[in-house]
């Protein structure tokens, strides 16, 4: 009789039997210097991997949490525990097993070597919250800061209601450890108890005994400029002249006031209408320069603003200078001023010259403020450029804005492209060009440009517009 035909079923093993498999085929590895080559008996060696253990000896199996142990007669025996070999989102889970992906809509699972792979399904947010789509079930903070928040199945978000203590500064709520708007010298954050702590960023200034504050405006000593303080400590001060006082040599006199004069042997006095009077005796060994008559070895500034000069001592009326390379200079209505002197400016500004040789200027208390093409005095208020705020000329040519939010407007919101109007966001998937961002407000979601962008560029000739500009600014038109 013919043997019966027998049907073989080809089975795959899976992970863990893979590695049963594996833990087996080691055990019967063979002896490796049980016997010396000369044919005498030997202690027994196992080697596993390129190292070689003695009889008796335990070191670690390859998975990482077993141990194995080399047999008097050089075969090796490991313990046969399961391991959790893949760590995913804080979790150890063994080979073969199944779990969620951290989205919420994917499946994970954990291979043999350690490697977790997941399914890339595209997930649809059911819940819109603060811009951001999430799926049902996952949670989220609540925009106070101590909350919780939950997508629904339905796609309603539901969050608890703990009583949070957070900073209110105008009409914006900020949580504990958030960045708070400050001044521009300082840096503040929404404390644990409620109130706000500001650190200030910028060098107080120090003149006439008294401390300011960077961009706080202050008289001068003589009684009619104005200083102000620069955010690195300096102060710099207005030099217009001022009634009842005498510019004279490079020094300030009251009206009324006698001083030397510099050629060592006169005197001279400031009178009520600022002008300086000397006698006219005549002095031995003088030097005449930039305008003054210097006594015989009297030191005194070179013009150019940076080098010295001396009389000479002996009495021969010649004027020995320093030569010394200068820093650059600022020029204004011909004159040369050096790094660090004030510059003659407006009634509501202060100019001092960089050491760059530019002149730079910022606003004191009577400064205007210029918004939007707009000029506004001190304390006067104007709409904002969103169309339902209000702005606030304040000291120094500063605008401020209140912040509240406006009712949108999508005809009218023109640094907006709204892709969908109405509840349709939670349904919809789309990517913001570069240069933008999502928004979502109550009439629907898109992207929005930076508002540092204007409505339109003025391209027109003869001044080409910056293209990277441009570029920037997606949404803003161009009027060439």
């Known amino acids: 009789m013919s043997p019966k035909s027998a049907v073989r079923h080809s089975v795959q093993p899976g992970p863990a039997m893979r590695a049963l498999a594996w833990l087996l085929a080691l055990a019967l590895i063979p002896v490796v210097g049980g016997v010396d080559e000369c044919g005498g008996g030997g202690s027994a060696v196992c080697t596993v991997d390129g190292e070689t253990y003695a009889a008796g000896e335990s070191f670690p199996a390859s998975d990482g949490c077993n141990t194995c142990q080399c047999d008097e007669d050089g075969s090796v025996a490991c313990t046969l525990m399961a391991c959790a070999t893949c760590t995913y989102g804080d979790q150890g889970y063994p080979a073969g097993a199944t779990f969620p992906s951290t989205d919420g809509c994917n499946t994970c699972s954990c291979e043999a070597d350690g490697q977790v792979l997941c399914t890339a399904m595209a997930c649809v947010p059911t819940c819109v919250y603060g811009g951001q789509g999430y799926n049902p079930g996952q949670t989220f903070p609540a925009s106070d800061g101590c909350n919780t928040c939950t997508c629904g199945d339905d796609g309603v978000v539901s969050c608890t209601t703990m009583g949070c203590v957070s900073c209110v500064v105008g009409d914006a709520v900020y ?38 504050a960077p961009g706080e405006a202050f008289p001068s000593d003589d009684g009619c400029n104005t200083c102000t303080c620069r955010e690195d400590g300096e102060v710099v001060c207005t030099a217009k002249a001022c009634a009842g006082t005498c510019e004279y040599a490079g ?22 209408d600022g002008l300086v009077g000397c006698t006219k005796v005549g002095c031995e060994g003088t030097c005449a320069y930039a305008g003054y008559d210097w006594a015989p070895g009297s ?11 001396t009389c000479d001592p002996a009495g021969t009326g010649l004027v020995a200078c320093t030569h010394v390379p ?33 002149i730079s200027c910022v606003g004191t208390p009577c400064a205007p403020c210029h918004y939007e093409g707009g000029t506004y005095g001190p304390g006067e208020s104007f709409p904002s450029s969103d169309g339902c705020n209000t702005c606030s000329c304040i000291e120094g040519g500063q605008v401020v804005c209140t912040e509240k939010a406006c009712a949108c407007d999508p005809e009218a919101e023109w640094w907006r492209d709204y892709v969908g109007l109405g509840d349709v966001c939670h349904l919809i998937d789309f990517a913001c060009p570069e240069h933008t961002e999502y928004f979502g407000n109550e009439c629907g979601c898109g992207c929005e440009q930076s508002d540092a962008c204007p409505e339109w560029f003025n391209c027109m000739p003869p001044a080409p517009c910056d293209e990277d500009e441009i570029a920037q600014c997606p949404y803003s038109g161009i009027d060439y």
């Open 175 to 212: 949580a504990p450890g958030d960045d708070v708007p400050g001044g521009s010298c300082e840096s503040c954050t929404c404390l644990p108890n409620g109130t706000v702590g500001c650190t200030s960023t910028c060098d107080a200034c120090t003149y006439d005994g008294a401390s300011y």
């Open 326 to 358: 200068c820093e650059p200079t600022c020029t204004a209505d011909g004159q040369s001023f050096g790094a660090g002197d004030p510059v003659p400016s407006g009634p509501c500004e202060v100019c001092v010259c960089e050491p760059d040789g530019e």
């Open 251 to 272: 020094q300030t006199y009251a009206s009324g006031q006698s001083f030397p004069a510099t050629d060592g042997c006169n005197t001279c006095a400031c009178s009520e």
């Open 299 to 309: 030191a005194f500034p070179a013009a150019d603003g940076c080098n010295s000069c």
